[in-house]
């Protein structure tokens, strides 16, 4: 739980929602809205530390102490006053029953003297429905001192009504110059190369990278480009390539998918005329539809077989190829 600051690419949106809480502008609810591994989490775990430091002063101090009573607190990730929720396992959806529990420890007393009480709930996009109308009560008629941070992806699926009442505050992308400087105090990649190759892949997110580099992903994804060419070529059975996919979890292996795809669309619009562009762009655009479709899934159930999944797209994969060839 311990955070002790923010990350160098947030102090824009740090100082901007510091400078509104020291007017005394301090909103119930803030939807902090970020690419996932980008440290948004870091960023809403250190805000609830300051709102809880007992000896912040709003209008002089932008830190939290790290020396009172609660900074102590909360460094042994001991919080009486921090409440997190997450979703359930396997399920990965926030159901309306943790809502329903969090609602009801809210609304007793403060642990600390004069303290406030701050929940985060993360993803807020995982809340099923009947979650997200049971937050919405508490979001309408706040009890006193609590404070929610909503951590959600900017294209994130939350009731309009939810999203109505939350202060938004937007946590950007680093530039490479900050993610690579953070990259190299964390990053277990043995050059600089590697770390720009994770990087890349991880289109920019900086923890994304380093978790990316801990499972191997750049070295695998790197085999399996070579293989989906061979498979496009007839060279290699697409069952081969599904289980090479199938070695990665999907919250890795699809998105990196997605952008061979991308990338083949872009190519198409270099390389060919209008209508030929049009008929290689609606051919990988099914692939596209279909890598996404099938990660739902995979993220929604683990009754879902992944290589007879993989083996599926692949199979279309290779269609696309053959017609987007002729």
């Known amino acids: 739980m311990t955070s002790t600051s923010y990350f160098p690419w947030q ?28 440290g948004r989490l870091g960023f809403a775990r250190y805000f609830a530390q300051w709102l809880l430091c007992e000896n912040q002063d709003k209008t002089q101090h932008k830190e939290a102490c790290q020396q009172c009573r609660s900074c102590q607190l909360w ?27 969090l609602s009801s420890r809210i609304n ?23 979650a997200a109308n049971a937050l919405l009560k508490s979001l309408e008629e706040p009890p006193e001192g609590v ?4 951590v959600a992806n900017a294209d994130a ?13 937007n946590l950007p992308l680093p530039g490479v110059d900050e993610a690579m400087t953070y990259l190299k105090t964390v990053s277990p990649a043995e050059t600089p190369e590697q770390m720009q190759e994770a990087l890349r892949l991880a ?15 750049p070295a ?37 998918l997605q952008q061979l795809v991308l990338e083949k669309v872009r190519i198409s619009a270099l ?32 009754n879902i077989n992944p290589l007879m999944t993989y083996e599926y797209l692949f199979t279309l994969w290779q269609r696309a190829a053959i017609k987007s060839a002729s």
């Not at 824009?12 to 980008?38: D, F, K, M």
Request: net charge neutral; proline share 5%.
């Open 220 to 256: 695998w994804f790197s085999e399996m480009q070579q293989m989906i060419k061979k498979m496009e070529t007839g060279h290699l059975l697409s069952m081969e390539v599904a289980k090479q996919c199938e070695q990665q979890p999907s919250q890795y292996a699809i998105p990196l």
């Open 147 to 150: 404070v929610f941070l909503l």
């Open 75 to 101: 460094l042994s990730s001991n919080h009486p006053d921090f409440f997190e929720v997450t979703p359930e396992l396997p399920s990965k959806i926030i159901k309306v029953d943790a809502i329903r529990a």
């Open 11 to 38: 102090r824009e949106s740090w100082s901007s929602l510091i400078e509104q809480v020291g007017r005394n502008r301090l909103a119930h609810a803030y939807l902090l809205i970020g690419p996932q591994g980008t």
């Open 157 to 169: 699926s939350l009731l309009a009504t939810v999203r109505s009442r939350c202060q938004p505050v």
């Open 203 to 217: 289109t920019n997110r900086p923890m994304r990278a380093v978790e990316m580099t801990e499972a191997g992903i």
């Open 271 to 302: 390389d060919s005329d209008n209508e030929q562009y049009q008929a290689t762009s609606m051919v990988w655009q099914k692939v596209y539809q279909a890598l996404t479709a099938a990660q739902q899934e995979l993220a929604a159930t683990a």
């Open 108 to 130: 007793q007393t403060s642990n600390q003297a004069g303290s406030k009480r701050v929940i985060i709930i993360r993803p807020a996009e995982a809340m099923a429905a009947a």
